[in-house]
Structures are given as C-alpha cells and as structure tokens.
C-alpha cells in the first residue's frame, strides 16, 4: 500500500483559541494599566502610613498636587517656581468656582470649595514648602484635603 | 438540470490578527507598571487664622471638679536639623526622642478620663521632612485621633 507523501498533508492548526487566550491577556493589561500617569505622578516617593485608610468613594471633584523632593510643585511633569505654583492653585481655584457655578451650586464670598485637594508630596519634602503649598489652597477657600501615603514603602 | 452543490469554504486568515495582538500584548507586558497601593488620610484643616495657644496645663489632681472635664488640644512640636531629619518631639514640657515614646505619652492621656483631647496641633520645624510628619499623624490616626492640624514652628 502507497504511503502518502508528505508535501500533500496540509496541516492547519485552530488559531481561534489561542486568540481567545491573547485577547483576554490584552483585555487584563488594557484594564490594569495606569493611565493617570500624568495625575498621579510617579516620581513622588510617598511617605508611608500603615494606619492611613484605603481610598474609598474617590472624590470626583478633586485637585492633584504633586510635590517633588524639594518640594516644587509638578504640574504636567514640569516643576513649577513657588510663584508659579501659587498662580496655578489660584486657577484651579477660579476653575473649581466655574464647575461649581455651572453645576448649579451657588457659592458665596469665602465659602469653602467643593474641591478636594489631593496632596502627594514627596517624602522628603520640606515641610515649609508642603504648608505654603496647602496654605494658598486655603487662602483660595479649598477646604479639604486628602494626603496620600503608601501602605508599604517602595524602593 | 440541476446545478451541482458546490461547498464554499471561507477561510479568515486568523495568523495577521494574532501577529498584531502578540505585538499588543507585548507592548502592554513590557509597559506594565503596577501603581503602588495608595492610602489616606482625610483633613479639615483651620483656616489660616493666626493660631491660637492652647490650654496645655491640667487640672490639679488635688482638687477635683465637678464641671465637665474642657476640651482640650495638645500642642506637639517637631524638631529637626538642617538635613530634615527629626531631631525630637516635645509635647508640652516632656521630650522625645522618637515616635515611639511620644505615643506612649500620647496613649496615656487619651485614657486619662479628666481630660478630653479633640485636637492636636503640630507645630513642625520648616526643614523637617514630609516623612517625618506623616508618621506623627500616622500615630494620632492609629490611635484614633482624627482632629489633627498642623503649623510651622517659628
């Protein structure tokens, strides 16, 4: 009995499952993968705190400030003077009164924001700096603030 | 006449598709950072009025009062050298070397039922880091004290 030749066999595995497979990995990646990078800067080394709490029901309506080591502000990964600093917190501020207006909520002279302000400072952040910070975000009427610190340190 | 059947068999060419889904896949692999999981600590803080001593000293043992015990805040300073390193904590009179004794002091007080502490004011040395800071309220939290403020030691 003849024995068939090989370069006939045409031999096609089924790809479809291991597509599957790959497209559930991309579907984890996609969903795990930090996209606030620009926000949540990650070149500020918090401090750690074990008895901090977990975050829970994240602000909607927030301010992120991210402190460097010497305690500069970053803002879109730029490091901006105190000045510079300060006139950005004002924006926001002015921003945050505009959201507030346009959302329907009427807010008097010297009544507090609705805006948390989020602090993620630099563990080794002066402290003069992370104050004069907070105290130009309470000079504009932000009232609360939400500091952030690491459950565990990170090298 | 019939016509004959004739099978159609359409084939997807499957191998493109996986070539750029492995090219994804690899990019969000090798792109992949997991962010650290990330804590609070949620603030009231004073408006920036000029602050306020507070009432440190205690009732005198030997005469007690009737009257409601005050409410009270505790006055923490925090020292530090020019390198930002915490150099010692005073509460009042006493001094620390480190967190550890100023929260056995701290823990006793809060058990102390004559007096009711509903702040703690944290008066921090300008050089002190942020670290430094957050540990001191990191203990207040722990020993569930939530009314803390905090001010630059002048």
């Not at chain 1, 602000?59 to 600093?85: F, Y």
């Not at chain 2, 159609?8 to 070539?19: F, H, Q, Y």
């Not at chain 2, 009711?116 to 569930?144: C, T």
Request: glycine letters at 4%; hydrophobic letters at 40%; a negative charge.
């Amino acid at each position: 009995m003849p024995r068939p030749r090989l370069h006939n066999v045409k031999y096609q595995p089924d790809l479809t499952p291991l597509l599957d497979v790959v497209f559930q990995l991309m579907t984890f990646f996609i969903m795990v993968s930090n996209f606030n990078q620009e926000v949540y800067d990650q070149r500020v080394r918090l401090p750690v705190a074990g008895s901090a709490r977990p975050i829970q029901n994240p602000a909607e309506d927030k301010l992120v400030l991210n402190i460097d080591e010497t305690g500069r502000l970053l803002v879109a990964s730029q490091a901006l003077s105190a000045d510079e600093a300060i006139k950005h917190i004002r924006f926001q501020a002015d921003l945050a009164r505009l959201n507030a207006d346009a959302a329907g909520i009427a807010l008097s002279a010297g009544e507090p924001l609705p805006t948390t302000v989020i602090l993620r400072a630099d563990r080794q952040a002066p402290f003069t700096e992370v104050f004069r910070l907070i105290r130009a975000c309470q000079d504009v009427n932000f009232s609360r603030f939400d500091l952030r610190a690491l459950s565990a340190p990170t090298y | 006449m019939f016509r004959p059947r004739q099978s159609t068999e359409i084939e997807v060419p499957l191998t493109p598709m996986l070539d750029v889904a492995f090219q994804l896949l690899t990019f969000f692999i090798l792109t992949f950072k997991p962010a650290p999981m990330e804590l609070q600590f949620d603030l009231n803080l004073l408006p920036t009025t000029p602050q306020t001593q507070p009432e440190p000293e205690p009732p005198p043992e030997d005469s007690p009062s009737d009257e409601p015990p005050a409410i009270r805040s505790f006055q923490v300073s925090l020292l530090s050298d020019s390198t930002g390193g915490l150099t010692g904590i005073e509460l009042e009179e006493l001094r620390f070397d480190d967190i550890a004794g100023l929260r056995e002091q701290v823990k006793g007080l809060l058990e102390d039922p004559d007096y009711a502490f509903d702040q703690a004011l944290i008066r921090a040395d300008p050089d002190l880091h942020w670290e430094h800071l957050v540990a001191v309220l990191n203990m207040f939290s722990d020993l569930g004290m939530s009314k803390v403020n905090f001010t630059e030691l002048r």
